[in-house]
């Protein structure tokens, strides 16, 4: 065992801020291993990511998004906990979310979202987002420099997701003030106390979708809302309140959340490569595969997990059923097996878009084209209304000593901050 497997992936502050040689590491010795400190079998090659993600049936969802913590709630013992895992999987955090549900009812619960998603939807929104990315600009540009993302990225994803599923303009305010300082990545429930809102997301967009369901079904109206309470499950059958609910402020965090960090990622790439900002300047055909490389270099999850029903193999290695296993977005998406010179960022790169960071199989990401969307109109705009974007040296530091720090998770991969300086056009394409 190297010094670089050794490593606590789970504990290491280190490994938040660059895990890249430590997914290397893992991969070069076995593209499926077991790491030592939790018992997680730890999945870095993309073949054998890909196949995890599609096997549902092999596979639960149910700790996808706790893994090792807190565990299972009982010991998992036999070579089939299907049926131990139905019963219990109740007990575990945040399994009413869509992510940690398994077939049959992720397929109703998703079926759902994507009526809530239409493509008649995502244009209408698309048009709102082409206005709103210049009003959240023009005091950035004004000055000239800002944190990208508490100044733009964050902003503007929450209010693009508040006009998709409909809130009213009226409380939009309201969401941006209850959400604003929540800790990145923070999904717990808690009190309803206006203190505890800003810590508990979840709870305040439960709280509110509830009241708008329940609302549009006593009395309908020619809105988005009205068409989010009465849309229906594949059979036709009528969802309770609180799965409408739930499936609602699902999109609305996690949409959000991964969506800040492609925007700041991208930013991050045009600003510290001066040669890559000037390719897309030039050729704007280039952002829809220079996003897809910013999702592969930087995948905003680093992985999720799943938990083997029955014994299986995967790579080779063999998996007992009731084992933790973790895909890692993150390595599998700069496997060499895949990806030629993975380290390297390439805006041109042809199999760019085979990368997994939206996972793959049932639990792909139902947002994705709405993240995408997102970043390409943000890109199109930042590039008309500047000519030059760069890193603030003040906070970040000199090229070749940059000071950057990154989310302390070991799900989410992303920046907490980017501060960025802009050479305005002089005349704006608006």
């Known amino acids: 065992m190297t010094d670089s497997t050794a490593r606590n992936f789970f504990r290491d502050p280190a490994l938040a801020a660059d895990p890249y040689p430590y997914f290397d590491a893992l991969r070069d010795q076995c593209p499926v291993r077991r790491e030592p400190h ?23 969802s149910c700790n996808s998004v706790t893994g090792p913590f807190p565990g299972f709630p009982l010991p998992l013992e036999g070579d089939d906990v299907t049926e131990l895992i139905e019963q219990h999987r109740h007990r575990l955090p945040m399994s009413d979310q869509l992510p940690t549900l398994d077939p049959p009812v992720h397929t109703d619960h998703r079926a759902l979202l994507m009526r809530l998603i239409t493509p008649k939807r995502l244009k209408e929104n698309e048009e709102f987002m082409w206005s ?27 209010f693009v997701i508040a006009d998709l599923l409909g809130v009213p303009p009226e409380d ?18 808690g009190s309803t106390s206006s203190e505890s809102l800003r810590h508990h997301p979840l709870e305040f967009l439960y709280e509110r979708f509830t009241a708008y369901v329940e609302d549009r079904r006593r009395e309908p109206r020619e809105d988005v809302l009205t068409g989010l309470a ?55 055909s280039l952002l829809p595969n220079f996003i897809e490389e910013a999702l592969r270099t930087e995948s905003p999850i680093k992985g999720d997990f799943r938990l083997a029903k029955v014994p299986t193999t995967i790579g080779g290695v063999d998996i007992p ?15 060499p097996r895949r990806f030629e010179e993975p380290g390297t960022f390439d805006p041109r790169r042809r199999n760019a878009r085979q990368h997994i960071a939206f996972g793959r199989g049932i639990h792909s990401c139902p947002g994705a084209p709405l993240a995408r969307a997102e970043t390409r109109i943000s890109l199109e705009r930042l590039l008309d209304r500047t ?16 000071r950057y720090r990154y989310l302390p998770t070991f799900v989410l991969r992303g920046l907490t901050e980017l501060h960025l300086e802009f050479t305005p056009a002089e005349t704006e394409t608006r």
């Open 132 to 158: 709103f990315a210049d009003q959240v600009l023009d005091p950035l540009l004004a000055r000239g420099e800002g944190d990208f993302i508490a100044e733009y990225a964050g902003p503007f994803t929450l």
């Open 321 to 335: 059923a009731g084992a933790t296993v973790m895909v890692l977005n993150g390595a599998a998406n700069r496997d």
């Open 230 to 284: 009465t849309a229906t499950f594949p059979d036709g059958s009528t969802p309770a309140v609180s799965d409408v609910v739930r499936v609602a402020a699902n999109l609305f965090s996690a949409g959000q959340e991964t969506t800040v960090r492609l925007l700041s990622t991208s930013l991050k790439v045009l600003a510290e490569r001066p040669d890559i900002q000037r390719q897309v300047r030039e050729d704007r």
């Open 38 to 60: 939790h018992g997680v079998t730890m999945v870095t090659g993309y073949d054998e990511a890909v196949e995890v993600l599609h096997d549902a049936t092999t596979f639960s």
């Open 387 to 402: 000519t030059d974007i760069r890193i603030n040296e003040r906070v970040h530091g000199p090229a070749g000593a940059r």
């Open 172 to 189: 939009q305010q309201e969401f941006a003030e209850a959400l604003r300082h929540r800790p990145s990545g923070d999904g717990g429930i």
